[in-house]
Every structure is written in C-alpha cells, then in structure tokens.
C-alpha cells in the first residue's frame, strides 16, 4: 500500500475511533468503549491468527480483522443509539458484551489478552507459527478466566442491597448533589 | 505488521487505558461499581414504596433519588426523592450513607425493572427514554 493511502487509512481509523469514544463519552461511558474496543479488536487478531495458522484467509491485513472484531463488539451499543434497543442477554453473542462488564479488572484484562492477541498477530506474520498459536491460546485463556471468574447479573434488589460493590463506594462523588468531577457523566 | 507496529499498537493501547485509568472520572464509570448504566433491564419484582411514589398503574415511572439534583428530561412520569427511606429500598443508597444520585424504572405494572447510579443523570434523558419506550 502507498504511504499516501497508509496515512489516508490510518487518518480514517482514527477519526472514526474517536467519533466512537464521543458517542460513548456523552453518557460517561469511557469504560465501555476501552472495554469493547480492546476486546474486540483482540478477538480480530486472534481471528486471524487462526484462520493464517490453518492456511486461510492470508490476504486480509490485520488492520482489517481488528477493525472487523471492534465493531463487532460495539454493536449492541450502535443499537442502543441508532435503534433505541436496550441491551439483553443474548447481546453476549456479540464478543461477550454483557459478560465482559462484570470481568475481575476487566480493563486490565482485556489490556493483557489484547497485547497477547497482537503479539500473535505479529508472529504469524513473521512465520513464527508455534509461537503465534501460543499467544493466541493464551489471549483466549486470560479472557475464558476472566470470564468465568465474573459474577453473575443481579437479579434483585435484595442482592443489590447486600453486596457493598453496588453500593457505590466512589470517592469522587462528593458534594450534596453527588455531582463528580467536572465533566463526569 | 512489523514488529514495531505491534510494539506500537500495544504501547497506545496501555497508554489510554492508562489515562483513562488515571482520570478522575474512571471510577464513575466502571459499570460494576453501583452497577452503573448497564442499560439491560435486569430487574423485575414488585416495586417497592410505591404509594410514596405517585406511580399511576398503566404508566412507566422513572423514580429519580438523589439530592438536589435536576431530573434527566424524559416523556415519563419522573418522581424526585431524597428519601433515605426510599433510596435504601431501593438499593440508591451510597455506602457513605447519603442518597443517589441515581433512578430506577417502574414499569406500567408496578414492577421494579431496572435500577443505576448515574451522577450524570441530568445530561442523559435520551438514554432514559430508550429504557422507558422498552417498558411501554
């Protein structure tokens, strides 16, 4: 590719990235875009990876796969806006976009699987097969673990009422209105 | 992808989860604590407190707790409380003891569907209103 269509490419990307964090940033939704971005575009790598170890789809650019996989997660979100569609369970179809919510440190966690994905990535484009599917294995892992450690979605208020983490511990809320940080929300 | 574009890709991912992280408002947002904007209708039992609440059977009800705060603008009922009484029920109560800020949803029948904290609730009727026209 050209360096004038890389820049033009890369410049595109951007843009629409950051025209997704502003949808997501007008409701004080910064976590979930990191959230559903880094897994998403996690799970494009680790995709490809699969589909080159098993001689496949060698002609896709891994800017693609990660851009297929981050909107892919997002889309629940894009149905919240565009289609005033509340999220549902089976939402989870969609790179776990429910289930990731309530992952153990789940920025941390899908930070780590996403740097595993593209370290992957980057060894199966340099031929480094067994290392490749090691990396991918062990994205897949770190995000299979984190899933399974998570806790299921309350289904009552008596719940809500008896775990502490629901009870909104945050420091930065201060001030008879609870009003956060300038800009929060 | 060279392997400086992996580096590269790795080190801008770290850093704006590392700024984010950094934020104040970060800890606003995490969506686990106090459950926030899950925006999944996740409830469904009998409301409670309701005859404090002016709900009207037939009617969506957004039961906004807080103190002091302005109610999101939203084509629904729209109770204001400050009732600790009220916040405790139903689970809008800060672990500090004061009161929300945050709303729950009562569906037509009575029934308690969904339930935030949201300390920008002001600035986001619109995604109230997608959560009340799912309960119409």
Same mark, same amino acid.
């Given at each position: 590719?050209?360096?004038?269509?890389?820049?033009a490419?890369?410049?595109?990307?951007?843009?629409?990235?950051?025209?997704?964090?502003?949808?997501?940033?007008?409701?004080?939704?910064?976590?979930?875009?990191?959230?559903?971005?880094?897994?998403?575009?996690?799970?494009?790598?680790? %995709?490809?990876? =699969?589909?080159? #170890? *098993?001689?496949? +789809?060698?002609? /896709?650019?891994?800017w !693609? $796969?990660?851009?297929? @996989? &981050?909107?892919?997660?997002?889309?629940?979100?894009?149905?919240?806006l565009?289609?005033?569609?509340?999220?549902?369970?089976?939402?989870?179809?969609?790179?776990?976009?429910?289930?990731?919510?309530?992952?153990? %440190?789940?920025? =941390?966690?899908? #930070? *780590?699987?996403? +740097?595993?994905? /593209?370290?992957?990535? !980057? $060894?199966?484009?340099? @031929? &480094?097969?067994?290392?490749?599917?090691?990396?991918?294995?062990?994205?897949?892992?770190?995000?299979?673990?984190?899933?399974?450690?998570?806790?299921?979605?309350?289904?009552?208020?008596?719940?809500?009422?008896?775990?502490?983490?629901?009870?909104?511990?945050?420091?930065?809320?201060?001030?008879?209105?609870?009003?956060?940080?300038?800009?929060? @929300? | 992808?060279?392997?400086a574009?992996?580096?590269?890709?790795?080190?801008?991912?770290?850093?704006?989860?590392?700024?984010?992280?950094?934020?104040?408002?970060?800890?606003?947002?995490?969506?686990v604590r106090?459950?926030?904007?899950?925006?999944?209708?996740?409830?469904?039992?009998?409301?409670?407190?309701?005859?404090?609440?002016?709900?009207?059977?037939?009617?969506?009800?957004?039961?906004?707790?807080?103190?002091?705060?302005?109610?999101?603008?939203?084509?629904?009922?729209?109770?204001?409380?400050?009732?600790?009484?009220?916040?405790?029920?139903?689970?809008?109560?800060?672990?500090?003891?004061?009161?929300?800020?945050?709303?729950?949803?009562?569906?037509?029948?009575?029934?308690?569907?969904?339930?935030?904290?949201?300390?920008?609730?002001?600035?986001?009727?619109?995604?109230?209103?997608?959560?009340?026209?799912?309960?119409?």
């Open positions: 590719m050209k360096a004038v269509a890389r820049i490419l890369a410049a595109g990307l951007i843009a629409a990235e950051a025209s997704l964090w502003y949808a997501y940033d007008r409701y004080g939704a910064g976590f979930h875009h990191l959230v559903h971005g880094l897994l998403g575009a996690g799970s494009g790598l680790v %995709a490809l990876v =699969a589909l080159r #170890l *098993g001689g496949r +789809a060698t002609g /896709v650019p891994p !693609a $796969a990660a851009s297929a @996989g &981050r909107v892919l997660a997002a889309v629940p979100d894009m149905l919240f565009s289609l005033d569609l509340p999220h549902a369970r089976w939402m989870d179809v969609f790179v776990a976009h429910i289930a990731v919510h309530f992952v153990p %440190a789940a920025l =941390a966690v899908v #930070l *780590g699987a996403f +740097a595993l994905a /593209v370290a992957a990535c !980057a $060894a199966v484009l340099l @031929g &480094r097969r067994r290392l490749a599917g090691g990396a991918a294995a062990l994205a897949v892992a770190v995000v299979a673990v984190g899933l399974a450690a998570r806790d299921p979605i309350p289904s009552s208020l008596a719940e809500l009422r008896a775990r502490p983490e629901y009870a909104c511990v945050l420091p930065a809320l201060t001030g008879p209105t609870g009003a956060g940080p300038a800009g929060a @929300g | 992808m060279t392997l574009g992996a580096v590269a890709a790795v080190a801008i991912a770290a850093g704006l989860v590392l700024a984010y992280a950094l934020d104040p408002r970060a800890a606003l947002e995490d969506p106090g459950l926030r904007q899950l925006d999944l209708l996740y409830l469904d039992e009998p409301a409670p407190l309701l005859e404090r609440l002016g709900h009207r059977p037939g009617e969506v009800l957004v039961v906004v707790v807080c103190e002091g705060c302005t109610a999101p603008a939203v084509a629904a009922s729209v109770t204001v409380t400050s009732d600790a009484e009220v916040a405790a029920a139903y689970a809008l109560r800060r672990a500090d003891g004061r009161v929300g800020p945050g709303y729950a949803l009562v569906d037509g029948r009575g029934r308690v569907r969904y339930r935030t904290f949201d300390p920008g609730l002001a600035d986001h009727g619109p995604e109230v209103a997608v959560l009340v026209a799912a309960l119409r």
